[in-house]
């Protein structure tokens, strides 16, 4: 039983298929609720720090709100930290995975993604008339006899948000084990590199969702941050104000 894999490279598109017009307001609705659930996360920090401070605080004078506020400050600061270490951990080694992977396969082209380049896009060209554009990675297509695996190789920072990583993911997991029963028929010096390109891509991906993790964390703890600065100086009016919204 044998596995190959095929190469395509990436490229920008001018698209003006019903199909692609759909998937770029589909993608303007998608950034639309990223932010709806970044005001989300910040409410919902706001809300826990101020249950923490209504618990703690007594008396609502600034000689108890900011010590108060400087352990919240302390707290985020720390993570922010660390995790920040985290993710950089995890981008250079997506980028050493990267680079080996070009190094394992001649054949693959040295195409990088512009970071500005979004990957679907509409440009202006007259009076309510849009040309509309979709960006394509480079892909990778691992076929055996009865599985086939198309997987998009990100390539910068900017795809670890717009392409489907967690279902990337999903699939290469099902597509191992099916390359896990076939490693005892693989003989050849070319079959068992086509394996170690698979683990790689794999790994890639797998450094795109401990970074997506780890700068998720660091969000919520620079919200923390700034929820300690907020409550540590306007507690009292917040405070006020609240009690005068209960019926």
């Given amino acids: 039983m044998e596995c190959t894999y095929t190469i395509q490279d990436g490229e920008l598109l001018q698209n003006n298929s019903k199909e692609n017009i759909m998937a770029v307001y589909t993608m303007f609705l998608l950034r639309f609720l990223r932010f709806l659930a970044l005001v989300l996360t910040f409410g919902m920090t706001m809300y826990l720090t101020y249950v923490i401070f209504r618990e703690c605080i007594t008396e609502a004078t600034l000689g108890n709100c900011i010590p108060l506020g400087s352990i919240f400050a302390t707290f985020g600061s720390a993570v922010i930290s660390v995790l920040s270490l985290y993710c950089n951990k995890q981008k250079d080694s997506f980028l050493e995975n990267l680079s080996a992977l070009h190094e394992q396969i001649p054949e693959l082209s040295a195409w990088k993604r512009w970071p500005f380049f979004k990957r679907y ?80 891509t794999m790994m890639i991906y797998r450094n795109i969702i401990r970074y997506k993790a780890g700068a998720f964390f660091m969000l919520i703890g620079s919200e923390f941050v700034i929820a300690s600065i907020i409550f540590s100086f306007f507690y009292r009016p917040v405070s006020e104000f609240i009690l005068l919204m209960r019926p």
């Fill in 121 to 200: 896009d509409m440009e202006k060209t007259g009076l309510w008339k849009f040309d509309y554009y979709i960006l394509k990675n480079p892909r990778i297509t691992f076929q055996s006899a009865d599985h086939l695996l198309a997987i998009a190789l990100p390539t910068c920072t900017a795809d670890f948000y717009d392409l489907p990583i967690l279902a990337g993911i999903i699939k290469m997991t099902g597509f191992g084990r099916h390359l896990s029963g076939m490693v005892f028929c693989m003989k050849s010096v070319e079959q068992k590199s086509i394996l170690s390109v698979f683990h790689c």
